[in-house]
């Protein structure tokens, strides 16, 4: 039997959904309705208990979420994994998934009264090092020439221009992807389409209409394999198609800018504060930060998952130093946030062997990511006279992957990466690749010489002798002090 309504009653009892479907409304939008959305957002949503926000999920890439929810009434069940121990629920707050045309009408409906969005960091499809929208970019040219719109800003821009047309109020748009300040970027970026499409009315309709809240998202969501599957409709004792493991970890924190109305997010743990960026600082540049240092590190290595890359002491020190040394000097904690617990507890995420999380994943879209998680902490550390070594390893190790193509046992290297065509130097020596390559990351990097001969050492050495033999050599040498 498979997961839905009418099967709910072989359900666990302690495992059926908290919300729906008694008096259910659609009340948020959500773009994007990934696994991450679906394990993170809307388990808070459901968990706040109130039923004039049920969720409409919009599909942006592929139908294929809508496939595997819609034969199951939207149902789905979170897979809570910590080593041995798991726990599992199902999730009804979803009240439908539909295409990205349906969610531009949707948006027009005057009982939704939130739109959130996880459409990755290349999603924006902004540049990362200005903030600015690439108008350049033949998709946003082509949704600017007034096609259906294909890209994120695009169908939003849509969406809020049928909310106007429709007389529907006020709404928000709340950014849940790994941005800094992803608020503000976002109203930056629908302003310039609007600019750029001469839609100056609509501007000044969204300038009193609609608040752009920055909001920091936290939980280790890897993509959902068939074991995941498995394990969840063993534990459901019905089949769920669309199940998602996750850690027991979750955290969000939400800036208080609604325009109208939300839900009672903080009865589900999730944190509203006056100011996201101190949080969001913490998250990008540990969790983030350290993760893209072990992706690359790991994935060169030949690697599989993180839980693999830290259970390696050699690695795990690299980590350690690199949050200890370089990230958490960068960053003033949060009210309330003892920085040592959370770097101990991070480093125990990490090693979570039940999440099995792709490396490869991580060390997708390095061009987007590393300006958000390692270019700040190196800008900081360089700002004070203090040499960024860890952080600059990750950029090193980054650079090795995309530039060289190929593992270090000479396995090819797929890159993914809305540049990588730029990125592949095979034949070019380290310090070629590192003065093309970082101008690609930061345009004010470059004119760093102290970064520049850090970075062409590590490379250097990471070709020569590969990651896991740099790495162990390294954690012998004496620091600079
Ligand atoms: C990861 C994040 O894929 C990645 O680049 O660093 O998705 C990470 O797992 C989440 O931000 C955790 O909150």
Known sequence: MRLSRRALAAVPEAARPRLGPAGLRTGLVHLGIGAFHRAHQAVYTEDA????????????????????????????????????????????????VVGPETGIIRIADPAVRVITMTVTEPGYRHDPATGRLRASDPEVAADLAGRPPLTAVGRLVAGLRARRAADAGPVTVMSCDNLVG?????????????????????????????AFPSSMVDRIVPAAT??????????????????????????????????????????????????????????????NGVHSLLGHLGVLAGLGTVDEAVARPDLAEVARRYLEYDAA?????????????????????????????PLAQIAADGTHKLPQRLLPVIRARLARGAEPRW???????????VSAGHADDGAPLPVTDPAAERLRMPQAPPAQVVDRLLGLLGRDLPDSGELRALLVDWLARLAADGALATVRAAVCEQPRP
Request: charged content about 20%; glycine content about 10%; some cysteine.
């Open 49 to 96: 208990g109130d039923p004039a926000f049920g969720v409409c999920g919009v599909t942006m890439r592929s139908m294929a979420a809508a496939e595997l929810l819609g034969p199951q009434d939207h149902l789905y069940s979170v897979l809570e994994r910590d080593g041995e121990h798991a726990s599992i629920r199902v999730i009804g707050v979803l009240t439908e």
């Open 182 to 210: 992803g608020g503000r970027l976002l109203a930056g970026l629908v302003a310039e389409h609007c600019r750029l499409g001469r839609e100056e009315d609509l501007l000044a309709w969204i300038g009193s209409n609609v």
């Open 226 to 287: 068939a074991a995941d599957r498995a394990a969840a409709s063993r534990l459901l004792g019905v089949a769920d198609r669309a199940a998602l493991a996750t850690e027991p970890f979750r955290q969000w924190v939400i800036e208080d800018s609604f325009a109208a109305g939300r839900p009672p997010w903080e009865q589900a743990g999730a944190v509203v504060v006056g100011d996201v960026a101190p949080y969001e600082t913490m998250k990008l540049r540990l969790l």
């Open 329 to 357: 000097p960068t960053v003033g904690p949060p009210p309330g946030v003892d920085l040592a617990a959370y770097r101990v507890r991070l480093l125990s995420r990490l090693a979570n062997p039940a999440l099995r999380h």
């Open 391 to 401: 952080a600059a390893l990750g950029v090193a190790a980054w650079m090795r992957c």
